[in-house]
């Protein structure tokens, strides 16, 4: 008997690199395969190889994502497990550089992506009576990251989103987590920065090391975390501290119960 024996699994971006590895070990679990991708050709490959299905749509879209959770939930009987991780880069650092038709297609990718795959994938869960939701970031979601103004602003916002939606969505049984990888060996990885990576003799992360961090957060009952995944660390909680609040305590970035809807 294996850990997902039984269980349904969604990853996006589920094509190539860091989904397509958590896809593998996913399956090695036991989990039936839905990958998600715009790359047809990958993505019917991936899923000719796990097993499993394939859906082409883009992340960005909330009505393609209505049809894809009801069709798996009509034909596999439920949604267990989401990998939110398909991504893209925006290939410059430079403000002027980034035009409008670039900004869209890296908040879509990024941010729509995350947002409406969550907002379609938990309430299929919570009638299986929970799961789990696992959103790629980055570790350029929790600092600044020169190289990609616009990807870090996006990555931002994901770990933002995990951590709000987290109290909510554990009311259902359904558990949400960031993953923070830092530099991933992955064709997202534009040939200057591997050329610098490779200049400087500074590590790739290999991606079945975040899939297998991805797997510990779905078998585990943590939420709301974001977990730096870097060389030889595995994943490691960060440790969000030292807000100021109304009253000058720095634990609290918390509203009053109640305020908002929370
Ligand atoms: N490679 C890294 O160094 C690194 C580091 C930290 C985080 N990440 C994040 O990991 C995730 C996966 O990236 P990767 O490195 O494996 O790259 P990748 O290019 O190998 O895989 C990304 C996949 O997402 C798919 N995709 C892109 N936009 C899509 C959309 N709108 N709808 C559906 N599919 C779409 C692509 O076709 C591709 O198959 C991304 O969110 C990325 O930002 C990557």
């Not at 019917?44 to 009505?63: N, T, Y």
């Amino acid at each position: 008997m294996s850990a997902l024996d039984g269980k349904v699994a969604l990853v996006t971006g589920g094509a190539s690199g860091i989904g397509l590895a958590t896809a593998r070990l996913l399956r090695s679990e036991g989990a039936r395969l839905v990958i998600v991708d715009l790359d047809e050709e990958a993505g019917r490959a991936a899923a000719a190889e796990l097993d499993g299905r394939f859906v082409r749509f883009d992340v960005a879209e909330p009505d393609r994502w209505g049809e894809a959770v009801r069709a798996i939930e009509a034909e596999l009987g439920g949604l267990d497990i989401a990998h939110l991780n398909a991504g893209v880069a925006t290939g410059t650092a430079v403000l002027r550089e980034v035009g409008e038709a670039t900004y869209r297609r890296v908040m879509r990718a990024n941010v729509d992506g995350v947002f409406f795959g969550a907002q379609a994938v938990a309430p299929a869960m919570a009638r299986r009576g929970g799961g789990a939701i696992v959103a790629t970031a980055s570790i350029a979601g929790l600092i600044a990251y020169e190289p990609d103004p616009l990807y870090a602003m996006t990555k931002h916002a994901v770990v933002g989103l995990v951590r709000s939606l987290a109290p909510q969505l554990a009311r259902e049984s359904v558990h949400i987590n960031a993953v923070c990888p830092g530099m991933v060996d992955t064709p997202l990885v534009g040939e200057e920065a591997r050329a610098l990576m490779a200049a400087a003799a500074f590590p790739f992360i290999d991606p079945a090391d975040v899939a297998r961090v991805v797997l510990e957060c779905v078998l585990g009952e943590e939420t709301g975390q974001a977990l730096v995944v870097q060389v030889g660390l595995g994943g490691v909680a960060y440790r969000f501290s030292g807000v100021p609040g109304p009253r000058g305590e720095r634990a609290g970035s918390k509203p009053p119960a109640g305020l908002a809807g929370s």
